[in-house]
């Protein structure tokens, strides 16, 4: 009789068997093979992605509220120490320009109060007026003006300092800039232009005009 080997284990089975009796129960006792699940298989959630971790993040170092204030105080006291050394500034040319003329002012005050009745006299005949101010980019400020003699007598070698004050200042108080004349001769009822220079502290811009200035003069020598 004949037989037939079985290719898997080489058992020889006879021919009534169209299979290995070994191989076929085997076959039967072993596990199911596992499928794999198709990535997008229908019904199944797909997996999120894992996120990939990150690194803390760098924030600005931002400046305090309390630190921001007192910056801007600091520049405000700036601002107003300047503002206030600017007007003592100007107060202490304005006060050394009275300090200079301070004879001038003396005499005017005497020649008002305690001069003598012909000094008095001669202050009421004489007038300043007239003013026109004057000055260019490269000249220092000079003042035109008119000397005035009201009275029917000659005067004779007439020498004089002239305060120009703002129209509305009190007496003896501030002062927009002072100029003299020397040795002036009118006759009766005569009048004379002249030219001085200005002395001041303001600039040519910061000058009051003309109809906003009064005058105090004060003689110096009178003969």
């Not at 004089?160 to 007496?171: C, F």
């Not at 009822?189 to 109809?211: G, H, I, N, Q, V």
């Given at each position: 009789m004949f037989t037939w080997v079985c290719p898997k284990c080489g058992r020889e089975v006879p021919p009534s068997s169209s299979e290995c009796p070994d191989c076929a129960g085997q076959a039967s006792t072993a596990p199911p093979a596992t499928r794999s699940v198709p990535l997008?298989?229908?019904?199944?959630?797909?997996?999120?992605?894992v996120a990939k971790p990150q690194g803390p993040r760098v924030r600005r170092p931002s400046l305090p509220i309390w630190l921001l204030?007192?910056?801007?105080?600091?520049?405000?006291?700036?601002?107003?120490?300047?503002?206030?050394?600017?007007?003592?500034?100007?107060?202490?040319?304005?006060?050394?320009?009275?300090?200079?003329?301070?004879?001038?002012?003396?005499?005017?005050?005497?020649?008002?109060?305690?001069?003598?009745?012909?000094?008095?006299?001669?202050?009421?005949?004489?007038?300043?007026?007239?003013?026109?101010?004057?000055?260019?980019k490269d000249k220092k400020p000079e003042v035109v003006f008119v000397v005035v003699n009201h009275s029917g007598a000659p005067l004779t070698d007439i020498s004089?300092?002239?305060?120009?004050?703002?129209?509305?200042?009190?007496?003896a108080t501030e002062i927009v800039g002072i100029f003299a004349f020397q040795h002036v001769?009118?006759?009766?009822?005569?009048?004379?232009?002249?030219?001085?220079?200005?002395?001041?502290?303001?600039?040519?811009?910061?000058?009051?005009?003309?109809?906003?200035l009064k005058t105090d003069l004060a003689l110096s020598a009178i003969q």
């Open positions: 997008h298989q229908p019904g199944v959630e797909p997996t999120p992605p204030a007192a910056i801007f105080a600091l520049g405000f006291a700036v601002l107003a120490l300047t503002a206030y050394v600017a007007y003592r500034h100007f107060r202490g040319g304005t006060a050394s320009l009275s300090a200079t003329s301070g004879g001038a002012a003396a005499s005017a005050r005497m020649g008002s109060t305690s001069a003598t009745p012909g000094m008095r006299a001669l202050l009421e005949a004489l007038e300043i007026t007239g003013l026109r101010l004057l000055g260019a004089g300092t002239v305060t120009l004050r703002p129209s509305t200042a009190k007496p001769s009118l006759g009766p009822f005569e009048s004379r232009e002249l030219r001085a220079p200005l002395k001041t502290t303001l600039r040519m811009f910061e000058l009051p005009d003309w109809e906003f």
